[in-house]
């Protein structure tokens, strides 16, 4: 090691107790590394070191390190990083994350740190500092101990955050770093946390008729411990009824219930089938919390989802309304950012409305898309999604002096929405208040707000390929380049199907290509999605047992 590097010479004995396995190429991807937890030991190291190395480079400031799969399968895990104000990390880093977990030898990886420190000219003298959570998987305590592992050798204070959902440690983060400054976002503590959201909730639906007690589907992963603690905090404010809370079964997580389970399915996880009555609200959290999904009964006893487009649709009209009414329409601009998944309806919908741009999918996608307008909502239809202001927007409410009482309660209500929005990263939780003020606030049930719009009906079908980074695409992920070939092919089947519209892309968080397909009726979206998956299969050479099967 070169001698700057003096004081980090437990580098390589560390490194030689997590080495990398040789069959596995590591990819830095949707969100951060993903894969099997059992492979996972030499990642985690050397996610230590480059948590170490991105602090440096930011002057000491605190990086966050959350080790979760979120809505993927128990066995699997992941990790990733959260850049100082609780965004995702820095695109440019992803490489250097990329090189480390992939360098061969302790010989490689310590080439690699020293090429990243020259890179990206980081002055090793200075501090650095990492806050870290997991979720509730079984593999978390060695994957932790590994990076705990990492954080040693690079020197770095860490501060353990315990087992949190995601929102709470991207929260962490933004809090540390502001502390005491005049962007100060809350207190750096995960009681601050629920502490600023109920506060926030209780102003907002202060002299308002109580909602009927709402169920909650915690997938059995981590959502459930944030929601027995913020529950008394409540009070009565909102009854929460959690169901699947059972964090310590093994095989639990995500499995039958959670928001995937419900938009991939687009059923009630069967936990709630004799619990949710005609007409009641229920959601679900992912393994993680960062995603939400509704639905109800509706009278004929059929199953109504309320996806991310749903809530986007809700929450931008209540945000568009109150500025209205705060008489601040000519000062802020609300536009709303949507993924190819968005269903067309939901697309029409907003956009006859607002301003609305279709970007990648990827969390980091949207929300550097929403930062360019003055109030950016954006929302997957998976239920990933968030509402930003600007600090000019926060700066024009701070400022704007009401005159009339209406424009005055618009204001606070406005006001306390920048408190009860986690504005660092969609949030089950703070999501599921925002819906529920709206919700208050309109004198809605899920029928009315279901009847914003009638969603197209639409099929997500997902192909075992033996080489998914063989599909590419461009246009917001709307037209494959690659393979060559087949986006013609599918375009050509989309033209006989009415209302039709389909798209390809390789998942970043599981080994599957996904195809999405909608159309003006149910049983030609089915067909249309096994068709698309029928090419695909063709095309690739898939794993025979999910070569789709139906209209073949
Ligand atoms: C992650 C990302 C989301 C993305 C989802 C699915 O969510 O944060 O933005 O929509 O993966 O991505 P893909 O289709 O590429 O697999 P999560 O909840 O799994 O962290």
Known sequence: MSNQFQHYQEIPRLADAHPKLSHIRYQYGTAGFRTLGSVLDSVLFRVGILAGLRSKKLDGKTIGVMVTASHNPEDDNGVKLVDPRGEMLEASWEAHASTLANAATTSDLIEAIEAIVRFAKIDLSKPARVVYGRDTRPSGPALVASLRDGL??????????????????HYLVRTINTKGTKDTYGDDSEEGYYEKLSGAFKRLVAGKQPLPPLIVDCANGVGADAISKISPQLGDSLKLIPHNTATSTPGALNNLCGADYVKTLQKLPPSLANHLKIGQRGCSFDGDADRLMYFYIDERNQFRMLDGDKIA?????????????AGLESDVKVGVVQTAYANGSSTKYLAER???RCVPTGVKHLHHAAERFDIGVYFEANGHGTVLFSTGTQETLAHHEPSTPAQSTALNHLLNLTQLINQSVGDAISDMLLVEVVLAHRLYSGLEWDSLYVDLPNRLVKVIVEDRHAFQTEDAERQLVSP?????????????????????????????????????????????????????????????????????
Do not use: M
């Open 152 to 169: 040693a050798a690079i020197r770095a204070e860490p501060r353990d955050a315990g087992i949190v959902t995601t929102p709470i440690l």
């Open 354 to 356: 607002l301003p609305v």
């Open 484 to 552: 060559k070939g087949l986006q013609g092919k599918i375009d050509d089947l989309v033209r006989r199907y009415d209302g039709g519209r389909s798209f390809v892309r390789p998942s970043g968080t599981e080994d599957v290509v996904r195809v999405y397909a909608e159309a003006a009726i149910k049983s030609q979206a089915d067909e249309l999605a096994f068709r698309v998956a029928g090419l695909v299969y063709d095309e690739a050479g898939g794993d025979p047992s999910s070569r789709p099967k139906e209209f073949l």
């Open 313 to 325: 649709a809700l929450v931008a009209g209540f945000v568009v309304d109150l500025i209205k009414t």
